[in-house]
């Protein structure tokens, strides 16, 4: 099917629209996919439930591909936040297909052994320095709540502050003082800070690998989400 990248008019393109919506359903009923790898808050959760519950229907989707052995990775900025509602969600005996790629994709861990995060040592003087240098700064220190989770540094704006101009300011910032070192990753409900290899695509990595390649990998991502979209769209399966 070809795709189209020009903006449609919807009241004359219902036609087109269905079509393109039919090439787009026949292609993923024609492909062998092996794991899915998801955005989580915005995607799978609703951003105004932070704290859960993952909607029934979305459940039922998830446990019918956990229970035909079809692994699952959630791509996500969180740390261990997403744990508890993963394992209410979830039986254990399908922990081992549930994964997660904490922090952006830093580190990826089954859920049932999930604890490991807490064991796992990081010594990253980059995340260390752009703390130090944030709280210092005139702006960024008196107009960001800034929070040190040493995978990553997560930022948000205090009252009356503009974060659409802030940042603007702090991606030109991180990059003129850490160059390849560190990057601002901005979605939809946050902006964190995090070291240049970290990426949710390192999920898609890690789950073709174990599926093997001869099974595509399902990558869906946040429409909201202008970096975390693109990373997992960037790699088509």
């Not at 087109?16 to 039919?22: G, H, P, S």
């Not at 359903?25 to 808050?41: C, E, P, R």
């Not at 752009?130 to 930022?155: C, D, M, Y």
């Not at 704006?157 to 910032?173: F, H, T, V």
Request: with cysteine; charged share 20%; hydrophobic share 40%.
């Amino acid at each position: 099917c070809e795709r189209k990248g020009r903006r449609l008019n919807l009241d004359s393109s219902a036609p087109l629209l269905i079509d393109q919506a039919k090439c787009f359903i026949d292609n993923l009923t024609a492909t062998k996919f092996g794991a899915l790898v998801t955005d989580y808050d915005g995607t799978v959760l609703p951003l105004n439930a932070r704290n859960g519950p993952i909607p029934p229907k979305i459940v039922k989707t998830l446990v019918h591909l956990l229970e035909h052995e079809i692994p699952i990775f959630f791509a996500t900025g969180r740390g261990d936040s997403i744990d508890q509602i993963l394992k209410t969600t979830f039986s254990k005996e399908l922990w081992p297909l549930v994964n997660i790629g904490y922090y952006n994709g830093s580190i990826t861990l089954s859920l049932n052994n999930s604890a490991e995060l807490s064991k796992q040592s990081i010594n990253n003087p980059a995340i260390d320095e752009a703390e130090r240098l944030l709280l210092a700064h005139p702006i960024f220190g008196s107009r960001l709540e800034i929070k040190n989770k040493k995978w990553q540094i997560t930022v948000q704006a205090k009252s009356n502050s503009d974060m659409g101009s802030i940042i603007i300011a702090l991606r030109e910032y991180i990059s003129n003082q850490f160059d390849a070192l560190l990057q601002l990753v901005v979605s939809s409900h946050s902006v964190d800070i995090l070291p240049s290899g970290a990426s949710k695509t390192n999920c898609i990595v890690i789950a073709q690998k174990q599926t093997g390649v001869n099974l595509s990998i399902l990558a869906v991502g946040d429409c909201r989400s202008e970096e975390h979209t693109s990373e997992l769209q960037s790699l088509r399966h």
